[in-house]
């Protein structure tokens, strides 16, 4: 049987993946000098060369100032990022990328997205 499986992934083709948003973003304000901000949601898909079975794992590429960035569902095809973010941040974006591997062929392939939150002190 493992040799079929073998077989079978040597000719598979490439995952190829897309999503819903490759520039999530997420923008709150107050009377304070920070406050929780959360981003819309990203999906990714997969859209072709795949078994249906599939794991995902979202991990930061590059950071922003203050406060790191949370991934709300790092292991599933849909997240929100949410974080503290202060009116004094100038970096306001992050580098995300989603591993997403296909569990019976082994295969894998990465997308990309750039999250910005951004808090606003309305003082």
Do not use: H
């Not at 073998?6 to 923008?27: E, K």
């Amino acid at each position: 049987m493992g040799g079929i499986l073998l077989a079978l992934n040597s000719v598979r083709p490439a995952l190829t993946l897309s999503q819903t948003d490759s520039t999530p973003s997420g923008n709150d304000s107050d009377f304070a000098p920070c406050g929780a901000v959360t981003s819309n949601v990203n999906t990714v898909s997969v859209t072709g060369g795949g078994s249906g079975t599939y794991t995902y794992l979202w991990e930061r590429t590059s950071s922003a100032d203050g406060n790191p960035f949370n991934a709300t569902a790092s292991t599933s095809a849909s997240t929100a990022w949410s974080a503290t973010r202060c009116d004094a941040d100038s970096d306001n974006t992050e580098g995300w990328k989603c591993t997403v591997t296909d569990t019976v062929f082994n295969k894998t392939a990465t997308i990309s997205c750039t999250v910005s939150l951004t808090w606003a002190n309305l003082s």
